[in-house]
């Protein structure tokens, strides 16, 4: 499975961005999927996930603000976020894993492939 984030950058604070992840090597309907954040001296940080039947979750801190959708036919996964607040910033990584469900979507260590990352910057 190989992912290739992009769509990151630096905005002013209540400014939108999109992230997109193009996804391959793998059956897209089968599999889980999800965007992850890390700043700083931090640790990584489930922002939204996705499984195989569409179901999302989102942080509590992002709920209302970004929005995650996927698209099959193009392979790609989509946040979109707005109303950025500096501490959305960060390096942000697209996951997957090859399982159509599982039990703890939003934690880091149930991903099995990541991105390279891209970078937000709130300021």
């Known amino acids: 499975v190989q992912l290739v984030e992009s769509g990151g950058g630096s905005v002013q604070p209540g400014g939108s961005l999109r992230l997109s992840c193009a996804a391959s090597?793998?059956?897209?309907?089968?599999?889980?999927m999800g965007w992850f954040r890390q700043a700083p001296g931090k640790e990584r940080e489930a922002v939204a996930t996705?499984?195989?039947?569409?179901?999302?979750q989102y942080v509590d801190s992002v709920q209302g603000r970004f929005t995650l959708s996927r698209d099959s036919s193009k392979k790609t996964l989509s946040l979109k976020m707005n109303g950025l607040k500096p501490e959305d910033t960060g390096t942000y990584f697209c996951?997957?894993?090859?399982?159509?469900?599982?039990?703890?979507?939003?934690?880091?260590?149930?991903?099995?492939?990541w991105g390279q990352g891209t970078q937000v910057t709130v300021s």
């Open positions: 996951a997957a894993a090859n399982v159509p469900y599982m039990l703890t979507p939003m934690d880091p260590s149930s991903y099995y492939y």
């Open positions: 090597g793998y059956t897209y309907s089968s599999i889980c």
């Open positions: 996705i499984d195989s039947a569409g179901y999302t």
